[in-house]
């Protein structure tokens, strides 16, 4: 009998997290069909009304765009065509034992009503504001707890579990970037964001993160990725501890580690890390970033986001073309001199266009993905276990490991322009800031000058 998901189940399931677009919540009942198991809930704008069953839940041009994917294009609900996205497409690009597509349960609107009034204290202001649970879907996403071992709430041995946000592991070279915006081939996208976020106040102070060093395949470099992440965690990492949280941020993120933090994350970690006090910390993170080194599943996620070979300013022009609209992009600028850049692009056939825009948001999906790396320790005499196993030298201990992708969203079509605008404000004000900074130093010279003379 197919398990349908009603208003009494609602206290079993506990808030673990949210990004823009789903909410995540994990299982603390006893029903064995849920043990270890996560559900995403989709989430709709406070003031959207739009239904999210339709004869297609993709547009037309979307259905052009992954007509060689028909279980995608001819579903009619959109969280289930994510789900097949990352089935059909994501899937077998990261390595099927990296990826989970899950499986969908039918949920009641009673259900979802009662989820929403029992976490509704948990969740950060600013995404209550942002968006709601869609209580109108019949149906909802469950997944492996990738924080966990399976059957984790029986097992003996602890389980900790460290989720990444790795972003975008390389620097653009397409010959279609616009003059203007010629510092993207230099500075990386992180950091250029990190610039507008701290001028906005999204976040308090610069985190010293460079995407480049995790995807470097060097131990050092990896290791510092690492250390920097813990010191400036935001939303980019995040610990658990048999599935509860216990560093990190929960939907909106936390800026930097304090010294109290950092004591109460040394405590928790007894359990899982041998050592003395102040070394425990040192060790786990030696562990990341020496799992992260052998595992390797980042030299393949890094493949999936070069499929963005000509950058947004090249692809936003293809875009134009698939939807068959005026270029705004071109008609813009204004410019002879752009124009005859771009005139190449318009002038290839619809299908390269669509290669260029799939690939693109095949590659923005693996830009702000998740990565979720899961460590217990291995009990003696367990050779047998299916798990990959990794030794650190400095708590002479073996630990299982095991590493899977999360948030694996099907980008929408029209969100292309919002990409562009985007990159195109990140890129304005990081430029700003930079003339700024040499025209102040400039000043501070010529000043120090006067007074020498």
């Known amino acids: 009998m197919e398990v349908v998901l009603e208003k009494k189940d609602a206290a079993d399931w506990v808030y673990r997290g949210e990004g823009a677009a789903n909410l995540v919540l994990g299982y603390s009942g006893s029903a064995p069909a849920f043990i270890g198991k996560v559900m995403r809930l989709q989430k709709a704008p406070?003031?959207?009304?739009?239904?999210?069953?339709?004869?297609?839940a993709l547009t037309m041009h979307e259905r052009l765009l992954w007509k060689d994917t028909e279980d995608i294009v001819a579903t009619s609900n959109k969280e289930l065509a994510c789900q097949l996205f990352v089935k059909h497409i994501m899937s077998p690009l990261l390595g099927s034992t990296h990826v989970d597509s899950g499986i969908r349960v039918p949920a009641s609107k009673e259900f979802l009503e009662s989820v929403v009034k029992n976490i509704i204290c948990q969740r950060p202001a600013s995404r209550v504001d942002a968006a709601k649970v869609d209580t109108q879907?019949?149906?909802?996403?469950?997944?492996?707890?990738?924080?966990?071992?399976?059957?984790?709430?029986?097992e003996v041995e602890p389980c900790i579990s460290v989720e990444i946000k790795p972003k975008c592991g390389f620097l653009p070279s397409s010959k279609f970037i616009d003059e203007g915006n010629a510092i993207k081939r230099s500075i990386t996208r992180f950091r250029m964001h990190q610039a507008l976020k701290l001028h906005q106040g999204e976040v308090s102070e610069y985190s010293e993160y460079n995407p480049l060093d995790l995807f470097?395949?060097?131990?050092?470099?990896?290791?510092?990725?690492?250390?920097?992440?813990?010191?400036?965690?935001?939303?980019?990492?995040?610990?658990f501890l048999n599935g509860s949280q216990i560093f990190g941020?929960?939907?909106?993120?936390?800026?930097?580690?304090?010294?109290?933090?950092?004591?109460?994350?040394e405590d928790a970690l007894k359990c899982v890390i041998?050592?003395?006090?102040?070394?425990?910390?040192?060790?786990?993170l030696l562990l990341v970033a020496e799992t992260v080194h052998k595992s390797g599943v980042l030299d393949r996620l890094l493949e999936v986001q070069k499929l963005d070979n000509l950058d947004i300013d090249g692809a936003i022009h293809a875009y134009y073309d698939i939807v068959s609209e005026p270029c705004r992009v071109c008609r813009a600028s204004g410019k002879e001199k752009m124009s005859q850049r771009y005139l190449s692009l318009h002038s290839i056939s619809l299908d390269e266009s669509?290669?260029?825009?799939?690939?693109?948001?095949?590659?923005?999906?693996?830009?702000?993905?998740?990565?979720?790396?899961?460590?217990r320790p291995r009990k003696d005499g367990n050779p047998g276990s299916p798990y990959n196993n990794l030794y650190l030298d400095s708590t002479n201990q073996f630990f299982d490991y095991k590493v899977n992708f999360i948030d694996l969203d099907l980008k929408q079509l029209k969100k292309m322009e919002e990409y562009y605008e985007l990159d195109k404000k990140i890129v304005s004000y990081y430029n700003q800031m930079v003339e700024t900074e040499e025209r102040q130093k400039k000043n501070t010279s010529t000043m120090a000058l006067k007074t020498a003379n």
């Open 46 to 56: 406070i003031n959207g009304s739009k239904s999210m069953n339709s004869p297609t």
């Open 137 to 154: 879907c019949d149906s909802v996403l469950l997944m492996s707890d990738h924080s966990l071992f399976p059957r984790g709430t029986q």
């Open 216 to 239: 470097s395949g060097s131990k050092e470099r990896i290791h510092k990725a690492i250390r920097d992440l813990f010191s400036t965690p935001q939303n980019n990492f995040r610990v």
């Open 249 to 265: 941020g929960l939907g909106g993120g936390a800026d930097s580690t304090d010294f109290v933090t950092r004591g109460k994350f």
């Open 274 to 284: 041998q050592g003395g006090d102040g070394l425990r910390t040192m060790s786990f």
């Open 354 to 375: 669509l290669k260029i825009v799939k690939d693109f948001l095949i590659a923005a999906t693996a830009k702000d993905c998740s990565l979720m790396i899961s460590f």
